[in-house]
Structures are given as structure tokens and as C-alpha cells.
């Protein structure tokens, strides 16, 4: 079997699958060559489950509560919590984000879990996740699963078992990044883009170069000539691919996959997807952690590189903002759901980010860390081009707020600076994160 690429080189997704099947690249369409009836053991595992809370975020930046229930082509089937069942077609709302427990919507699209049950399955689900490889794609998709060796394949393919035996031939120039089940510790640390091929190995040696094969031994073309290696002492592989935004629709699963579909609906409490891959798949509804009809509309700020950064008031340093998982998305920390990481300010600073084109409006939940207690008291405040948009006081009696403000008219390029401010005890305990803050993009 030989893959290989003829382009200097995201991430694809998968949910609990009810089939296995090949599906090849024939003629550039996907084609799906056998399938087999099987229900996988995930989804027998979460049986039973009930419907889940989420917050559905308007295109105005506004969030309503209310309980997930299912997803098909005309919309979400979506309860809010003052009554009332409905589908809400995609012109209706902007993305669908599934929370461990019900929430508040007035604390925003971010607004954290306060304790609650723990849902076994879905940890049960994640679990199982990480301890398998992952093939991403360059627009953003992601498949947990394995490689597949001893078949033919296509030519300039990786042929690969996603979770619940569904074998597809992916052409390597549409894929950005590969780990392999057995790369442990290296999975977090392998870089998710590179300006030309990277083979990271077990041991962290790095070769670069040109990848021209894929398979039981994946070979690069480096300076120095070809070396072949075998597929066991690799624990990753970064191909230099040009990488796309996503778009359309697409969903984010439990068990980390991230699936950009071309057609869904409803059977009983599960939703049958057909993958723009053209591979069927098909999760329980509380699988489903978000959910967007319109990704093109949606930045996460987590993606954007910082412009500048620096300390407020008498501090001579500020240490730099992290990015970090949200609580909803511990277990399945390399999707997170939307793509959006929070980000946390660990003192008074002021951070700077050159807002992308068509942008409309930020939202986020802004809320001082759980350590902060009596003595966290600060103000944060984002400004655009010098003009001041909010203003949040966040404090012991009011420790968390909803961030929307709109951005309409703003011009292409311009500074976002969101600052915090310490207030009347100092900079002690003056740490803030916003979650999930989204960058929404006009029409």
C-alpha cells in the first residue's frame, strides 16, 4: 500500500458510529465501497441518556437556556427553560453549545458548570477518546481513530480506522496533522501547523522536510535525502498544507471528533449525519457538545496571536495570558467545542488583538477565578480603536458577567485592547477568565 502527496501541507471528526464501512476518494468524491451493520460500544454504553442543557447563541450576541434535543437540516430541536418545544432553523440562531448543567443565560455563551452529577458516559466516551490517534484535516475536521495497514489504498492517501471501525481513504494533501494512538505525552505537545513537513518521533526527535509516503514506513525527503521510518517509532506527522477556516455546518462530539456535515436528521433520540466525506455516522443527541450552522461566522479570540502585551498601574511585568481548557471541555481538551479555548488574564495587564475582517460583535463570560474570594475586586474593560465598549466590575458579590458588545463599523484591522483594571484591594487576586469568547462575523 503506498500514500503519498504531491503539495507541501485540521482536523476531522467522527461520533459514535453505527456501521463500519470503506469509503475511498474516486474521481474527487468520496465514495463509500462496503458497509457493514454493527452498533459500537460507546453508543450502547451511553443508552438511556437524557436530553442535554445548552445555551443557544443569537447572532446578536443574546443567550437563551434550555435543553438540546436533537439536530437535523431544518434546525435544532431545542426546549428553552420558560417552556416551549421548537425546531430553530439556522437563520434563528448561531450555535447550540451543550453544558454539564442548566445555566444562567444572562452570565453568557461562556457561563461555566457549578458542580452538578457528572454525566459517566460522556466521560466514559472522552476517556476512551484519548487513549486513541487522531487525523485532522485542514479546514478543521477530526477523526479519533487509528492507521490501517496491509490494504491498498489510493494513491497519495492515509487509509484510517475511525472510532467505531469506519475505514476512510483520506488524501494527504487535505490533511494537516496525524497522531498515533501510541504517541502518548507527545499528543500535547506536537505543534498543530508548520511551515513544511514535520515526523515528530517517540523519542521528540523532529525530522523536516517534504513527506512523500505514509504507510507501515512513512518516508521524508530532507536536505540530507530520503529516510525512511518505521510507523511505530513515530508518535506524529504536521503536514505543511495550506490550512482552511471551516464552514457550514458543523458539529463537535464527545468523543472529540469534529464533523462537518452535509445532511442530518433525527431517528428516535439519535442523529443520523451524512459527513461532507460522505461517511454516516450517527450520535445520540447528547453527544452532541456544539453545534454551529455557520462556522464561517465564528472566530474563536483563542485563535488570534496577540498583538501586544503588557502590565497596568505601578506593575513593572504582567505575565502573558494562557489559554486554557473550559470546564464543559476538560476530556476532550483538543476539540474544544466551537474551537474556542478560554483565556485567562493571571493579573492587571492590557492585551491587544487586531480584530479580523466583517467583524460584528464579541461575546464571552468574563469571571474572576474561584481562588479570588473576598479579595477579588477589578474592572475589566475592552476598548476598539481608543473608544471604550465595556466596562465590568467584577467583584465577590458579582463574580462573573456576559460580555456582547458590537463591533459594526468597525474597520478592518482594527484594536481590540481588553484591560483589567485592579480595584479596591490592589492587584491581589485580580485573575480573570473569559470563556468561550467568540469572535461573530458578518453575513
Known amino acids: 500500500m503506498t500514500m503519498s502527496h504531491f503539495q507541501s501541507v485540521g482536523r476531522v471528526g467522527a461520533g459514535v458510529l453505527?456501521?463500519?464501512?470503506?469509503?475511498?476518494?474516486?474521481?474527487?468524491?468520496?465514495?463509500?465501497?462496503?458497509?457493514?451493520?454493527?452498533?459500537?460500544?460507546?453508543?450502547?454504553q451511553a443508552e438511556g441518556r437524557a436530553p442535554t442543557p445548552a445555551l443557544l447563541l443569537n447572532a446578536d450576541g443574546r443567550v437563551r437556556a434550555g435543553v438540546l434535543h436533537g439536530v437535523s437540516d431544518a434546525g435544532v430541536l431545542f426546549e428553552e427553560s420558560s417552556g416551549g418545544l421548537e425546531t430553530r432553523g439556522g437563520d434563528r440562531f448561531l450555535a447550540v453549545v451543550a453544558t454539564r448543567e442548566r445555566a444562567n443565560p444572562l452570565d453568557g455563551i461562556g457561563v461555566g458548570p457549578g458542580g452538578g452529577d457528572v454525566d459517566t458516559a460522556r466521560l466514559r466516551m472522552r476517556l476512551e477518546a484519548e487513549q486513541q490517534g487522531v487525523?485532522?484535516?485542514?479546514?478543521?475536521?477530526?477523526?479519533?481513530?487509528?492507521?490501517?495497514?496491509?490494504?491498498?489504498?489510493?494513491?497519495?492517501?492515509?487509509?484510517?480506522?475511525v472510532r467505531g471501525g469506519t475505514r476512510v481513504s483520506f488524501p494527504l494533501d487535505r490533511v494537516a496533522r496525524v497522531i498515533l494512538p501510541w504517541a502518548g505525552i507527545r499528543r500535547h505537545t506536537l505543534v498543530s501547523d508548520a511551515?513544511?513537513?514535520l515526523v515528530v518521533l517517540a523519542n521528540g526527535d523532529e525530522l523536516r522536510g517534504f513527506v512523500v509516503e505514509v504507510d507501515d514506513v512513512v518516508r521524508i525527503e530532507s536536505g540530507s535525502g530520503e529516510i525512511a521510518i518505521d510507523r511505530e517509532r513515530i508518535a506524529g506527522i504536521v503536514l505543511a498544507n495550506p490550512r482552511e477556516r471551516a464552514r457550514g455546518t458543523m458539529l463537535w462530539l464527545d468523543d472529540g471528533a469534529v464533523v462537518r456535515a452535509s445532511s442530518m436528521s433525527m431517528q428516535g433520540d439519535r442523529v443520523?449525519?451524512?459527513?461532507?466525506?460522505?461517511?454516516?455516522?450517527?450520535?445520540e443527541a447528547a453527544d452532541i457538545r456544539g453545534a454551529t450552522f455557520?462556522?464561517?461566522?465564528?472566530?474563536?479570540?483563542?485563535?488570534?496571536?496577540?498583538?501586544?502585551?503588557?502590565?497596568?498601574?505601578?506593575?513593572?511585568?504582567?505575565?502573558?495570558?494562557?489559554?486554557?481548557?473550559?470546564?464543559d471541555d476538560l476530556l476532550g481538551a483538543e476539540s474544544p467545542t466551537l474551537g474556542a479555548l478560554d483565556v485567562f488574564l493571571p493579573g492587571p495587564m492590557r492585551v491587544d488583538y487586531e480584530l479580523p475582517r466583517n467583524a460584528e460583535r464579541l461575546v464571552a463570560t468574563a469571571a474572576l477565578t474561584s481562588e479570588a474570594g473576598r479579595w477579588g475586586d477589578c474592572e475589566l474593560v475592552m476598548t476598539v480603536a481608543g473608544e471604550e465598549l465595556l466596562r465590568v466590575h467584577l467583584h465577590e458579590g458579582a463574580p462573573r458577567g456576559a460580555v456582547n458588545i458590537p463591533l459594526d463599523g468597525v474597520r478592518s484591522g482594527a484594536t481590540l485592547t481588553i484591560t483589567l483594571e485592579p480595584g479596591r484591594y490592589g492587584p491581589i487576586r485580580n485573575q480573570v477568565t473569559l470563556h468561550r469568547p467568540l469572535l461573530i462575523l458578518g453575513e
Open 18 to 44: 453505527l456501521c463500519t464501512c470503506v469509503a475511498v476518494m474516486i474521481g474527487g468524491g468520496w465514495t463509500v465501497l462496503a458497509q457493514e451493520s454493527r452498533p459500537s460500544a460507546s453508543a450502547r
Open 135 to 161: 487525523l485532522e484535516l485542514v479546514d478543521g475536521q477530526r477523526f479519533p481513530g487509528e492507521p490501517i495497514a496491509g490494504e491498498d489504498a489510493e494513491d497519495e492517501s492515509i487509509l484510517w480506522r
Open 195 to 197: 511551515s513544511e513537513d
Open 272 to 283: 443520523l449525519i451524512e459527513t461532507a466525506l460522505g461517511v454516516q455516522i450517527a450520535p
Open 294 to 327: 455557520s462556522a464561517e461566522r465564528i472566530v474563536a479570540l483563542s485563535s488570534l496571536q496577540p498583538t501586544g502585551q503588557a502590565p497596568v498601574g505601578d506593575r513593572w511585568r504582567a505575565d502573558p495570558i494562557v489559554l486554557r481548557t473550559h470546564p
